[in-house]
């Protein structure tokens, strides 16, 4: 069965980064794409991206460019979200999730990542 | 970006009745390929979202055939034929169709 199991808890300060990972099994990795979603505390959800780990190819949400960077190794079968320079409003909850096509749809999700950015 | 507007915000049902959601869109969802990538998802609290509803009706394997999805163009529809108690939660739909993928704001249902 497909499952994606992310890394634990982040907590960190403001200005720094953080990486968070997402490990797949029960599937071909690299015959469907990875997008990370997000949700901050009591809010919605909001779409950052989508990587390919077949091709690398990658898109980023406009209002994440610069300070994000998706990758992903096809050996480990792993994702990784990259944010650089956290402010406060990065605390929320990211989760990765399968996404055939070019996240046409999202059919499989992490567990969540909950990161926290507090000086 | 495609805005998608979801109503009602906030659902109280009675157990047993039925439910409807809407979303509709700030432009058709529509693809080249002639297909709709709507998509309804269910965020049980303290949960991941987990997905229901894709291209517009074709329902996920294992989710209850009291859920179905319905529309065209810019109109959607997620309907819960009788609520039960495990239906509790937000309910989110999704475009796939124009790069960036948006979310509606989600409506939170609620059991009276």
């Known amino acids: 069965q497909v499952q994606l199991v992310q890394s634990g808890l982040e907590v960190t300060k403001p200005g720094a980064s953080v990486k968070v990972s997402c490990k797949a099994s029960g599937y071909i990795f690299t015959s469907s794409g990875i997008s990370w979603v997000r949700q901050a505390p009591g809010q919605g959800l909001e779409f950052m991206g989508w990587?390919?780990?077949?091709?690398?190819?990658?898109n980023y949400v406009q209002k994440f460019q610069g300070r994000v960077t998706m990758t992903t190794d096809s050996y480990m079968t792993t994702a990784y979200l990259e944010l650089r320079s956290l402010r406060s409003d990065d605390t929320a909850i990211y989760y990765c999730?399968?996404?055939?096509?070019?996240?046409?749809?999202?059919?499989?999700w992490g567990q969540g990542t909950l990161v926290t950015v507090s000086s | 970006d495609v805005v998608l507007t979801q109503s009602p915000l906030s659902l109280p049902v009675t157990l047993g009745q039925p439910a409807s959601i809407s979303c509709r869109s700030s432009?058709?969802?529509?693809?080249?390929?002639?297909?709709?990538?709507l998509n309804w998802f269910q965020q049980r609290p303290g949960q991941s979202p987990r997905r229901l509803i894709y291209q517009v009706s074709s329902r996920d394997s294992g989710v209850p055939d009291r859920f179905s999805g319905s529309g065209s163009g810019t109109d959607f529809t997620l309907k819960i034929s009788r609520v039960e108690a495990e239906d509790l939660g937000v309910y989110y739909c999704m475009q796939g169709t124009h790069w960036p993928q948006t979310f509606g704001q989600g409506t939170k249902l609620e059991i009276k």
């Open positions: 432009q058709s969802l529509v693809y080249s390929d002639g297909t709709t990538y």
């Open positions: 999730a399968r996404a055939p096509g070019m996240a046409t749809t999202l059919d499989y």
């Open positions: 990587i390919s780990p077949y091709t690398g190819d990658r």
